[in-house]
């Protein structure tokens, strides 16, 4: 995974399975979440905000749920639409994606990029790294096309073992 500052350059290679400055990477996309919000004329609530800061706490998914009890026990609220409106609007901002797989969700750590990624989804610790998946997307694109249909959305999950959980050093 790669971390980018606000002007868009990359600061530093890093993935959810690999060690790296998390506060930096952390700042850096709420940094361009705002940016990306303001450009769009989107507003980043207090609990759109803080809902989107408990998603880049670290490199894993959450479910709606999980995420509810956080903003409850800070006092935003305890019923499921607090969490679910924050969340969609964050999904719709390209701010966070959905993780069909566990039910779940993930902040973007290409945010206001336009890019195709592959989630490698950890079955052990849950943890998920965004992969490119530019070559996956163009032969996707490639097999409807010859098909006649157009794909509109395409959300590509793998399942395996980060490099902790094999016991990797």
């Known amino acids: 995974m790669l971390c980018y500052n606000i002007t868009g350059m990359r600061t530093q290679d890093t993935n959810a399975f690999q060690s790296h400055d998390h506060a930096a990477c952390s700042s850096d996309a709420l940094a361009e ?35 509810l009890e956080r903003l409850s026990a800070e006092g935003y609220g305890h019923q499921p639409p607090v969490a679910y409106r924050a969340l969609d609007f964050l999904v719709d901002q390209g701010l966070v994606h959905r993780i069909r797989r566990l039910n779940a969700f993930a902040a973007c750590v290409h945010p206001g990029e336009a890019h195709a990624p592959v989630f ?12 490119p998946g530019q070559l996956i997307r163009a032969a996707a694109e490639e097999a409807a ?5 157009e794909i509109e959305r395409l959300n590509v999950e793998a399942l395996g073992l980060c490099p902790t959980c094999k016991g990797a050093p």
Do not use: M, N, W
């Open 120 to 131: 490698l989804i950890c079955r052990s610790c849950d943890a998920v790294a965004e992969a």
């Open 33 to 67: 979440a705002e940016r990306l919000c303001t450009q769009k004329g989107a507003r980043l609530t207090p609990v759109r905000r803080r809902t989107l800061e408990i998603l880049l706490e670290g490199h894993r998914a959450l479910g709606a749920y999980e995420v």
């Open 145 to 149: 096309h010859a098909l006649g249909f």
